[in-house]
C-alpha cells in the first residue's frame, strides 16, 4: 500500500478494521475469567447483562461474530421450513452466506429498500402468515438499523413502533441486527432500550465502531437465550476463559459509544467534500452516521477504478459493487484523516 507523505495509511474500508488501543489491550490484559461453557467467567457474564439491560431486554449471550449472534436470533424465531422476510440488502440475506437456509432451513423472501429504509407497505405486501399447507408462512420480519449497505441509514423510532403493531396483529416476531444500532442511538438521542424492546431478537457488534477485536451479543427473554445457549455450544462457540475479549467490549462501552458522534461528523466531512467537487455522488443529507456510500453510476471513474486511484494516494475504499463504493468512518480516522481523504477523494471525483 502506497503511502504518499508517510502520513498512514487512510483506511476507510470499514469499521471493522480498528485495531484495540492501549488501554484497551490493558483492559484484555487485566480481566478475571473463567471457564465460560461452565457460566463462570464473570467478566463475560457482565458483559452480557450490561448489554441485555442496555437494550431492555433479560438475558444475552456472548457471540464470536454478528453473523453468529444474527443466526441465532433467527433460528430463536423462525421454525424450518418458514420464512424470515427482510430487504434485499440486508446483512442477513446478503453477507451471511446463506446461513439461515444452511444451518437453519429457514427461507427468505425480499422487497427492495432504497438506502435500506424500512417502508411498512413492503412488509404488509409480502407477509404471509399462517400460509397453511399452500404457501411459506412467515414467522418473522428482520430489520437492520442503522443499515449498512443501505448507506449507514437511520430507520425513524416511529417506523419501529408501527413495524412492532404490525407484527402483533399478525403475529410475527421481529429481530434486529444492531450491528452499528450504537451509531443510530448516538446520532438521535433515542434510548438503546426504546429501540431494543421493540423487537424480539436484537443482535449487537462490539467489533464495528466500538473498536473491539472481535465480539457481538445477541438479547432476548432469558428462556430464549438459554435456547440460544445450547445452539451456540452445538455450532463449536462455546469458549472457554474468553472474558480477555469481554473485557474489550466492557471497555468499548465505556469508552467508545459516545464519540461515535465523531465519527458521524467525519464521514459528513467527507461527504460534503465530495459532493461538492462531484455534485450526484453523494447527497450529504441522506450521511446520518459514520457511513458515506458513492453512487458512480454517471461518473467516469467506476467503483475499481476509484479505489485503485485512492489507494495510489493512500487512502483505501471498499468497492462494493461495480459502480458502488463504501466509505466508513470510525475511532482510527481522526479529524485531521478525515479532511486528508476528503481531499483525496474530492481531487480524483472532481470531473
Ligand atoms: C458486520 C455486520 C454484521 C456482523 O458481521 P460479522 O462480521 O459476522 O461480525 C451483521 N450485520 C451488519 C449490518 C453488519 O454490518
Redesign the pocket.
Known amino acids: 500500500m502506497t503511502d504518499p507523505g508517510g502520513r498512514g495509511v487512510i483506511d476507510l474500508r470499514s469499521d471493522?478494521v480498528t485495531r484495540p488501543s492501549p488501554a484497551m489491550r490493558q483492559a484484555i490484559a487485566d480481566a478475571e475469567v473463567g471457564d465460560d461453557v461452565y457460566g463462570e467467567d464473570p467478566t463475560v457474564t457482565a458483559l452480557e447483562n450490561r448489554v441485555a439491560a442496555l437494550l431492555g431486554h433479560e438475558a444475552g449471550v456472548f457471540t464470536p461474530?454478528?453473523?453468529?449472534a444474527?443466526q441465532l436470533g433467527l433460528r430463536l424465531l423462525v421454525r424450518p421450513g418458514q420464512e424470515v422476510v427482510c430487504d434485499d440488502d440486508a446483512?442477513v440475506v446478503r453477507?451471511e452466506l446463506g446461513a439461515a437456509a444452511a444451518l437453519s432451513g429457514i427461507t427468505t423472501r425480499t422487497w427492495k429498500a432504497p438506502r435500506g429504509l424500512l417502508d411498512l407497505d413492503d412488509v404488509q405486501r409480502i407477509i404471509r402468515p399462517d400460509a397453511g399447507p399452500y404457501l411459506v408462512s412467515t414467522a418473522a420480519v428482520a430489520v437492520?438499523d442503522t443499515h449498512?449497505f443501505g448507506g449507514g441509514t437511520i430507520q425513524p423510532l416511529e417506523t419501529l413502533k408501527a413495524l412492532r403493531s404490525l407484527a402483533d396483529e399478525n403475529g410475527l416476531a421481529l429481530h434486529l441486527?444492531g450491528?452499528?444500532v450504537w451509531n443510530a442511538h448516538v446520532a438521535t438521542g433515542v434510548a438503546l432500550a426504546d429501540i431494543g424492546s421493540l423487537f424480539d431478537t436484537v443482535?449487537v457488534?462490539l467489533?464495528?465502531g466500538l473498536g473491539a477485536p472481535v465480539g457481538?451479543v445477541l438479547v432476548s427473554s432469558a428462556a430464549r437465550i438459554a435456547e440460544a445457549r445450547v445452539w451456540r455450544k452445538r455450532l463449536g462457540a462455546g469458549m472457554r476463559q474468553v472474558g480477555v475479549l469481554a473485557a474489550a467490549g466492557l471497555y468499548a462501552l465505556d469508552h467508545n459509544l459516545e464519540r461515535l458522534a465523531d465519527d458521524h461528523t467525519n464521514a459528513r466531512l467527507i461527504a460534503d467534500a465530495i459532493a461538492a467537487a462531484a455534485p450526484g455522488v453523494v447527497t450529504p443529507e441522506h450521511v446520518e452516521t459514520n457511513i458515506v456510500p458513492l453512487d458512480l453510476t454517471t461518473h467516469r471513474l467506476d467503483a475499481r477504478g476509484l479505489a485503485d486511484a485512492a489507494a495510489a494516494q493512500g487512502v483505501r475504499v471498499s468497492a462494493l459493487g461495480p459502480q458502488f463504493c463504501r466509505l466508513v468512518t470510525h475511532l482510527d480516522v481522526d479529524r485531521a484523516a478525515a479532511e486528508e481523504a476528503s481531499g483525496v477523494l474530492a481531487g480524483l471525483l472532481a470531473s
Open positions: 471493522t461474530t454478528g453473523s453468529m444474527n446483512h453477507a437492520e449498512n441486527d450491528a452499528r443482535s457488534c467489533s464495528k457481538s
